[in-house]
């Protein structure tokens, strides 16, 4: 089965301080991406990535970068974080091709920011 | 840009019932795949249903079938003979179709449904 594996499940970080938020595949999947799931929301693309140092903004991008420098791990970084950043964060990959058998999340992260 | 739109926030069922999950969607694309992931108290997304836009037989995986009317852009779940164990928020997504050549779309998830089993 591919694993996607979150580094943290929860996480408590002070308002200003930089977060990285870690995430690995282990089935060589092209495709990467962050989400954030908010209550009433569903789920949100921040950023994906298609390829080794390839990135692309997703639909609420703001506050967020991205870093990929190896296949396998997806980075993401919240350069100066803010109580409205707390927020359930999910790691998701697949493959480019054959992409209808759909993604393989990890187990999220539970990020406050206090 | 597409969405996708779970009308119902939170849907109750009896132990053995049958309970359908609405979902609709807009796009103007011909090409793409709808999904149903379940989301238990573990937080792990799972996939339960996938279907190709231009596969007109409905896709169905044991208690897991789906009602898909491309016309009306209509995806609905029904789960047969409900069990505790499907007891999760449920979420709708879409995916575009094509390839893009410079890498793929993420998914478009509808806000999702609490489904409650009671026993």
């Known amino acids: 089965d591919v694993k996607v594996t979150q580094s943290s499940r929860y996480l408590v970080k002070r308002t200003g301080e930089k977060v990285f938020l870690e995430c690995v595949q282990d089935?060589?999947?092209?495709?990467m991406f962050w989400y954030r799931q908010d209550p009433g929301l569903g789920l949100r693309l921040i950023y994906f990535s298609y390829d080794v140092k390839m990135k692309e903004k997703g639909d609420i991008p703001e506050g967020y970068s991205v870093s990929r420098e190896k296949k396998e791990r997806f980075s993401l970084i919240l350069e100066s974080a803010s109580t409205n950043q707390t927020s359930m964060y999910l790691c998701?990959?697949?493959?480019?091709?054959?992409?209808?058998?759909?993604?393989?999340f990890g187990s999220g992260t539970r990020l406050t920011v206090v | 840009a597409q969405t996708v739109t779970q009308s119902q926030p939170e849907m109750s069922v009896q132990e053995a019932e049958t309970v359908t999950l609405s979902c609709t969607y807009d796009t103007s694309e011909s090409d793409y795949y709808l999904f149903w992931y379940k989301q238990p108290p573990s937080r792990q997304m799972i996939l339960v249903i996938r279907q190709e836009a231009y596969k007109q037989q409905n896709a169905t995986e044991n208690r897991f079938s789906v009602n898909f009317q491309k016309a009306a852009k209509s995806f609905s779940l029904k789960i047969s003979d409900s069990q505790l164990g499907d007891a999760a928020m449920y979420f709708c997504?879409?995916?575009?179709?094509?390839?893009?050549?410079?890498?793929?779309?993420?998914?478009?998830f509808g806000k999702g449904t609490h489904l409650i089993i009671q026993p």
């Open positions: 997504a879409y995916r575009s179709g094509g390839y893009s050549g410079g890498g793929a779309d993420g998914l478009t």
């Open positions: 998701a990959s697949s493959l480019i091709i054959g992409t209808d058998y759909g993604y393989t």
């Open positions: 089935m060589d999947h092209e495709n």
